[in-house]
């Protein structure tokens, strides 16, 4: 079975200031693992992924995330933020093999001007 | 290049009444097709999926079915709508070979049911 957490809820970070959205998982086997977002009322949008390789990925709009495979994790990080990043982010999982995706519950990303 | 389309955006229909929400890619064969709804609380549930025409695996039992009556349609349907059935609902595709790629998201249909 597969399984991700995002521990937190919302996130709160000034403009300007680094910020990290927090994601754990768990596979049975090798993970492909995905950050999405979502802007009101529309549907998610891919930002990065890890599949193999390099642990640090680059994604869009300047996010990139860590695969930690000793602690399980995959935090999605951006160096300066923006107040347009401020919207959902969602973690996935999918194990090798697996057809289907899961998601974790969502962060909400507030970026305060 | 690949594209979904998902319709309608918004609807609102009462309790007890049929639903239709169609989904359908371009650009791509034998994709694998995915229905989630969003309630309010956020998370993603994975209501349905599927790996070819006519094959659907249900995920949750409940009030909903799905039906692929071609290789890039996916149809999320109700006979008798209920409130709890309000929602966000999203339509989603991964290329048929697996791997690594992403899922690919439509814009959603916001469902009130009232």
């Known amino acids: 079975a597969q399984s991700v957490a995002q521990p937190e809820d919302q996130v709160n970070v000034a403009e300007g200031n680094p910020l990290t959205v927090k994601c754990t998982y768990s596979v049975s086997g090798n993970p492909y693992l995905f950050w999405y977002v979502q802007y009101p009322n529309r549907g998610l949008q891919f930002l990065l992924k890890y599949i193999t390789g390099d642990n640090l990925v680059k994604g869009s709009y300047g996010f990139e995330a860590e695969f930690n495979k000793s602690q399980t994790s995959f935090h999605l990080k951006k160096p300066s933020a923006l107040v347009s990043d401020s919207a959902l982010y969602f973690c996935a999982v999918r194990e090798w093999g697996s057809y289907i995706p899961t998601f974790g519950r969502g962060t909400s990303l507030i970026v305060h001007p | 290049s690949q594209t979904i389309h998902q319709w309608p955006a918004t609807l609102v229909q009462p309790v007890g009444s049929p639903l239709s929400l169609e989904c359908t890619v371009e650009g791509t064969s034998n994709p694998n097709l995915y229905w989630y709804r969003q309630a309010a609380g956020r998370g993603l549930q994975l209501l349905f999926y599927s790996v070819g025409i006519g094959q659907i695996s249900s995920e949750v039992p409940q009030n909903l079915s799905a039906s692929r009556p071609q290789d890039r349609q996916f149809i999320l349907s109700s006979k008798k709508l209920l409130l709890s059935d309000s929602g966000f609902y999203l339509c989603?595709?991964?290329?048929?070979?697996?791997?690594?790629?992403?899922?690919?998201f439509g814009q959603g249909t916001r469902l009130t049911v009232v």
């Open positions: 989603a595709w991964t290329p048929g070979q697996g791997g690594g790629t992403e899922a690919f």
